[in-house]
């Protein structure tokens, strides 16, 4: 089972640039989201979806912008890449948003510079 | 907003011996405590997790304690092993029940 799958796994970019980071699921859940992580910060919630067309702002959106056009995938958008959006993604995903674990992918790397 | 405090930042531990991690969190928050654990190049996986309406969670090495008075909580990893070393984070859930808070994450490590 494929569970979380967010591709790139690493990624290089020049600061302006943009880029769409990838997060597809495959257990139907409804809840869907994503996470940046810094060194000694935890996981930060950037935006999350509870389903198709419906998406909300965590607590660090400013910089991304997501889209839910399908309940599989939850892609992130970075417009003008900034050196402080160097970090760890996250996609994650759960059936609801209460008493369910959260599945994680394995994280896209990106650095800025 | 929840605010969820974890400590200690960084754990080191005899083989055998017994891992302590705690948590608070501050809004009142009912539901659901997780614990993730997280190996180095992947993302957290679900570990444990517990409902506030017991006080006590276990899993073969692993428990959870919770103390809703104090609003706070705590992993014990019983009989640690060399392949336990990850960072663990804890999470709260928010007041209204939605979307989970972590915690800044404690790395473990446990020496042979």
């Known amino acids: 089972n494929a569970g979380v799958t967010q591709t790139p796994k690493f990624r290089i970019l020049k600061i302006g640039q943009s880029m769409t980071l990838q997060c597809a699921q495959d257990?139907?859940?409804?809840?869907m989201y994503w996470y940046r992580q810094d060194p000694g910060m935890g996981l930060k919630l950037i935006y999350y979806s509870v389903g198709a067309g419906i998406t909300d702002k965590g607590e660090v959106p400013n910089g991304y912008n997501v889209s839910r056009s399908t309940t599989e995938d939850f892609p992130l958008r970075l417009e003008l890449a900034a050196p402080s959006q160097t970090s760890v993604y996250f996609c994650?995903?759960?059936?609801?948003?209460?008493?369910?674990?959260?599945?994680f992918g394995d994280g896209t790397r990106l650095s800025i510079l | 907003q929840q605010q969820v405090k974890q400590s200690p930042q960084s754990l080191i531990v005899q083989k055998g011996g017994i891992s302590i991690i705690n948590c608070a969190y501050e809004n009142t928050a009912f539901d659901y405590f997780p614990w993730y654990q997280q190996f180095p190049g992947k993302g957290p996986a679900l570990l444990i997790a517990?409902?506030?309406?017991?006080s006590e969670k276990k899993e073969g090495r692993f428990t959870i304690s919770f103390n809703k008075s104090a609003k706070q909580f705590s992993l014990h990893i019983m009989d640690s092993q060399p392949g336990d070393s990850a960072t663990y984070f804890c999470a709260a859930p928010g007041a209204s029940g939605s979307r989970l808070t972590f915690g800044e994450g404690t790395q473990l490590t446990v020496n042979p």
């Open positions: 257990m139907n859940h409804n809840y």
């Open positions: 517990i409902r506030p309406d017991v």
């Open positions: 994650a995903s759960s059936y609801s948003n209460r008493n369910q674990p959260q599945h």
